[in-house]
């Protein structure tokens, strides 16, 4: 009776490289899951945070132009994925709080995406401001 693991833990500890050796993903399924944007993405922020459409449609369009800043040739490096929409509903949750949405931004998007990167927190910074105008 053998036992299941997850080796992914194992690759992960230690920097070691984080690429699965070729003959055990080999034998695992793998599915490209990617990140859900437009309807299905506000409608999620939505349900989740439980906040109106256009807290979400807001911050689903800032979750856009992250995606094209981690595209970016500009970014390489600096940003390791883009936005998620943990972050996005931890926002959500934060401005129906009361903070103020450009905080909420600052402190669940931008410090989690890029804590050693200054710069790289400013321009995300500027696309907040930029594309939440809540108020």
């Known amino acids: 009776f053998r036992y299941s693991t997850n080796p992914g833990s194992q690759y992960r500890a230690g920097g ?8 055990f993903a080999q034998r695992c399924p793998m599915i490209h899951l990617g990140y859900a944007r437009g309807d299905t993405g506000v409608k999620i922020i939505m349900k989740e945070a439980t906040v109106e459409e256009r807290i979400a449609q807001q911050l689903n369009n800032l979750a856009k132009e992250i995606d094209r800043m981690f ?3 500009e970014f390489a490096g600096k940003l390791k994925e883009s936005i998620g929409y943990h972050a996005l509903v931890n926002a959500a949750l934060l ?3 009361g903070d103020s949405p450009h905080d909420a931004c600052h402190n669940a998007i ?3 995406l890029c ?3 200054p710069d790289t927190q400013r321009a ?3 696309i907040i401001k930029d594309k939440i105008t809540l108020r």
């Open 16 to 23: 070691k490289n984080t690429t699965l050796p070729p003959n």
């Open 71 to 73: 595209e970016s040739q």
């Open 95 to 97: 401005i129906k709080a």
């Open 110 to 112: 931008t410090l989690p």
């Open 115 to 117: 804590p050693e990167h």
């Open 124 to 126: 995300i910074d500027e």
